[in-house]
């Protein structure tokens, strides 16, 4: 439903029914050329120009100075310009009962350090409770599982990270800001994040395939923070970084790092401040360290360096359900990617083939 309201097609067709084509500005804004103050009228005589006088422009609620004239009580004349954030949402929980106030207490014995280390307490702790219940914990007969609150945190921590992006006082380009938006909400980082917060310990899910992967990536997380707090990022092998690409993300955990938000959102009666204020801290230290050196998409970056000979596969089933894709730069060799998506699979191709392509550039001798 999402997907078609805001689509291109549906967007150009609400833009073209309220006349926005015959508003644009095809040429490029020059202020000695094309720009006037407002109230400033040109190739006109001064008859015409004096129509023009206070009366008319505080009418028009302008000034001769261009800005906007209000009467004294400005706050009632700008109500209607600024709509109230009043609209109403069904709660998903009604009124409980004792005994199932209980029965939520029971289920969440022990989140009380969860939300000590977050630094957030629930009011309604159902949706807490909601936010880790896998579709496949059939014990929590109270709430429905995580999918919905997902949905929504998944918009709202891809709007707060926009807006803290697009609001940074280095002003990132347009290509900057996607790239720096690309690398840090994605299912990887916020898998890693919630496995660094302890998501994992308090996910409710009877599925122990599930559980098998959520345990290989928690060792994995738990080795390259190890390897990282003995300051040996830089001798890293191409035997790490492949298995750092070949390791599958439980998707899981990057759904339950989304729906805990959604969960904050609607306890604190839809306050994305609060969202941010638990979330800032957790994203911080990868937001500063993006923002410092801009990660690039290896897929662009091989494209760019290689824009006539890079030529992607489209993709190809494993007998294990995931996705390979190979990319060959004619003349230089063909490297294969696998991931649980298309997508992840053209990055780890890309990625291979920019190591290969880099280490076999000639050195320049230093003059």
Same mark, same amino acid.
């Given at each position: 439903?999402?997907?078609?309201?805001?689509?291109?097609?549906?967007?150009?067709?609400?833009?073209?029914?309220?006349?926005?084509?015959?508003?644009?500005?095809?040429?490029?804004?020059?202020?000695?050329?094309?720009?006037?103050?407002?109230?400033?009228?040109?190739?006109?005589?001064?008859?015409?120009?004096?129509?023009?006088?206070?009366?008319?422009?505080?009418?028009?609620?302008?000034?001769?100075?261009?800005?906007?004239?209000?009467?004294?009580?400005?706050?009632?004349?700008?109500?209607?310009?600024?709509?109230?954030?009043?609209?109403?949402?069904?709660?998903?929980?009604? +009124?409980?009962?004792? @005994?199932? =106030?209980?029965?939520?207490?029971? %289920?969440?014995?022990? *989140? $009380?350090?969860?939300?000590?280390? #977050?630094?957030?307490?629930?009011?309604?702790?159902?949706?807490?409770?909601?936010?880790?219940?896998?579709?496949?914990?059939?014990?929590?007969?109270?709430?429905?599982?995580?999918?919905?609150?997902?949905?929504?945190?998944?918009?709202?921590?891809?709007?707060?990270?926009?807006?803290?992006?697009?609001?940074?006082?280095?002003?990132?380009?347009?290509?900057?800001?996607?790239?720096?938006?690309?690398?840090?909400?994605?299912?990887?980082?916020?898998?890693?994040?919630?496995?660094?917060?302890?998501?994992?310990?308090?996910?409710?899910?009877?599925?122990?395939?599930?559980?098998?992967?959520?345990?290989?990536?928690?060792?994995?997380?738990?080795?390259?923070?190890?390897?990282?707090?003995?300051?040996?990022?830089?001798?890293?092998?191409?035997?790490? +970084?492949?298995?750092? @690409?070949? =390791?599958?993300?439980?998707?899981? %955990?990057?759904?339950? *790092? $989304?729906?805990?938000?959604?969960? #904050?959102?609607?306890?604190?009666?839809?306050?994305?401040?609060?969202?941010?204020?638990?979330?800032?801290?957790?994203?911080?230290?990868?937001?500063?360290?993006?923002?410092?050196?801009?990660?690039?998409?290896?897929?662009?970056?091989?494209?760019?360096?290689?824009?006539?000979?890079?030529?992607?596969?489209?993709?190809?089933?494993?007998?294990?359900?995931?996705?390979?894709?190979?990319?060959?730069?004619?003349?230089?060799?063909?490297?294969?990617?696998?991931?649980?998506?298309?997508?992840?699979?053209?990055?780890?191709?890309?990625?291979?083939?920019?190591?290969?392509?880099?280490?076999?550039?000639?050195?320049?001798?230093?003059?």
């Amino acid at each position: 439903m999402r997907s078609k309201k805001v689509s291109n097609c549906n967007l150009y067709r609400l833009g073209k029914k309220k006349g926005l084509p015959s508003r644009m500005v095809v040429s490029i804004f020059d202020p000695p050329v094309n720009w006037l103050p407002p109230g400033y009228i040109v190739n006109q005589d001064k008859s015409n120009a004096d129509k023009w006088g206070k009366d008319e422009m505080t009418k028009e609620g302008l000034l001769s100075n261009g800005k906007h004239d209000y009467d004294d009580d400005d706050d009632d004349d700008l109500m209607w310009r600024v709509p109230k954030e009043e609209t109403e949402f069904e709660d998903d929980f009604l +009124e409980y009962d004792q @005994e199932h =106030i209980k029965f939520i207490d029971n %289920m969440l014995m022990g *989140f $009380e350090n969860f939300e000590k280390k #977050i630094n957030y307490s629930f009011k309604n702790k159902a949706y807490l409770l909601q936010a880790f219940t896998h579709a496949s914990y059939h014990y929590n007969t109270i709430t429905d599982c995580y999918q919905r609150l997902e949905f929504l945190g998944d918009a709202i921590l891809d709007y707060l990270i926009t807006k803290h992006l697009y609001e940074d006082p280095r002003q990132h380009s347009p290509g900057v800001l996607t790239d720096l938006r690309s690398a840090l909400v994605n299912n990887t980082i916020f898998a890693s994040l919630a496995v660094k917060y302890d998501y994992h310990k308090y996910f409710k899910a009877v599925s122990p395939e599930l559980f098998h992967v959520i345990d290989d990536f928690v060792q994995f997380q738990m080795e390259k923070n190890e390897m990282q707090g003995m300051d040996s990022e830089l001798r890293r092998s191409e035997e790490d +970084e492949e298995k750092e @690409e070949d =390791i599958e993300v439980p998707k899981a %955990m990057g759904d339950i *790092f $989304e729906s805990l938000a959604g969960a #904050i959102y609607m306890d604190s009666e839809m306050s994305l401040e609060m969202v941010w204020q638990v979330y800032y801290p957790m994203m911080r230290p990868l937001i500063e360290k993006f923002s410092a050196n801009v990660p690039r998409s290896p897929v662009r970056e091989l494209l760019e360096m290689e824009p006539e000979t890079a030529k992607f596969s489209p993709a190809e089933r494993t007998y294990d359900g995931k996705v390979r894709v190979t990319v060959e730069v004619v003349g230089k060799g063909k490297f294969k990617g696998v991931g649980r998506s298309y997508r992840i699979a053209k990055s780890a191709a890309a990625r291979r083939a920019l190591r290969s392509l880099k280490a076999n550039q000639p050195q320049v001798p230093n003059s």
